[in-house]
């Protein structure tokens, strides 16, 4: 039912706006029709003004006169604003009476006045309109006039620019070709003066070169001395007392400067300290193996570099682990000489024996 519903006020809706469209197709229609007939009626004064303008003209007399005064007095009173000069439409109007009483010489004066009016006003319309048309084409044509004046003005201007930006060009050119040479020659001036400066460059290099020897040299005499007076006294290990301070020693050469021991039964394992570094010391007839490694790494776990000194060799497995923890294991000699029982102990002897000089 709603849905008949909706069907049907939509259906109302429809055919009310087909009617209302009609409607408006007609007034429309109405309007148009009265247009062309007032249009039609326009110029069918327009067509009798034009043939009265032909009749021949009769001779003038006091009735023509008056006849002429009181239709132009009349077109003035009817249509007020008409016509500035209605002077100019006498001779029109004195051809219209004429023509008037020669078509129904049974009118009265009223009434041939008022078919004078209507040809009068048909011509005034007429003239009016002429003269509107030719103004309208002269605006018309004077706005032409001035468009063709401001193109060709703005043609004028690019034509000017675009020779102005040719002669520009055609200088850079010209200027361009004229400094070639110039660059030339001071590309050649700065080629010889980077090469004079390459010379003496190449100069000051070798007297660096030469001063830096001469500073190594130096150096290594003055280490070589250094190495003489600081290196460890050689010192006979007979007890575990002397076994660590020359273990305090070494440390200290190696550049361990505050290495100390750490006091007989206080070390918990660890024999001499410095900082961040720690060393155990092990006076045994046998080979070092990896359980002692371990307890060591594990009692100074919070050193950064662990040094391990035996007076006997170690077992391949300790030398594995020292390796894979970064240990660096010594083996001291009845005389406290030190060699390096591994990888990281080596590199350490040889960069405190031959150490690696700084270039200047």
């Given at each position: ?113 008022e ?45 000017a ?7 520009s ?26 090469r ?45 007392d ?19 021991q ?31 490694l ?18 006997s ?16 294991l ?22 405190v ?8």
């Open positions: 039912m709603l849905h008949a519903r909706i069907l049907l006020v939509q259906g109302q809706n429809a055919a009310s706006l087909r009617s209302e469209e009609e409607s408006a197709r007609k007034r429309a229609a109405a309007a148009l029709k009265n247009q062309e007939a007032e249009k039609a009626a326009v110029e069918r004064r327009a067509e009798e003004g034009r043939w009265i303008s032909d009749e021949v003209q009769a001779p003038r007399s006091d009735v023509i006169l008056a006849r002429r005064e009181s239709a132009l007095s009349a077109i003035v009173l009817r249509y007020p604003g008409l016509v500035d000069n209605p002077s100019v439409y006498g001779e029109f109007a004195d051809r219209a009476w004429r023509a008037t009483f020669q078509r129904n010489h049974a009118l009265s004066e009223s009434e041939a006045l078919k004078v009016l209507e040809m009068l006003h048909a011509r005034i319309l007429l003239v009016q309109g002429q003269n509107a048309a030719s103004l309208r084409a002269e605006e018309e044509s004077a706005r032409k006039r001035a468009a063709a004046a401001l193109e060709k003005v703005k043609s004028d201007r690019i034509a620019k675009l020779r102005a930006d040719e002669e060009q055609a200088i850079t050119d010209e200027q361009r070709w004229l400094n070639l040479p110039l660059e030339r020659l001071k590309a050649q001036k700065e080629d010889a003066e980077w004079a400066g390459a010379a003496k460059r190449k100069v000051a290099a070798a007297k660096r070169e030469a001063a830096r020897k001469v500073k190594v040299e130096a150096d290594q005499q003055a280490y070589a001395e250094w190495c003489r007076k600081n290196k460890p006294k050689q010192l006979h290990i007979t007890d575990w002397k076994a660590e301070r020359n273990a305090e020693m070494w440390m200290r050469f190696m550049g361990f400067v505050d290495a100390r750490t006091g007989a039964g206080a070390d918990g394992g660890i024999d001499v300290v410095a900082t961040g570094a720690a060393a155990q010391v092990k006076r045994e007839g046998y080979d070092i193996g990896r359980p002692a371990q307890g060591f790494k594990g009692a100074a776990w919070e050193y950064e570099v662990h040094l391990f000194f035996s007076s060799g170690y077992t391949k497995q300790a030398v594995d682990f020292a390796n894979s923890v970064k240990m660096e010594y083996v001291v000699g009845p005389y406290g000489e030190v060699t390096g029982g591994n990888q990281a102990a080596l590199d350490r002897l040889e960069r024996t031959e150490p690696v000089w700084a270039t200047p």
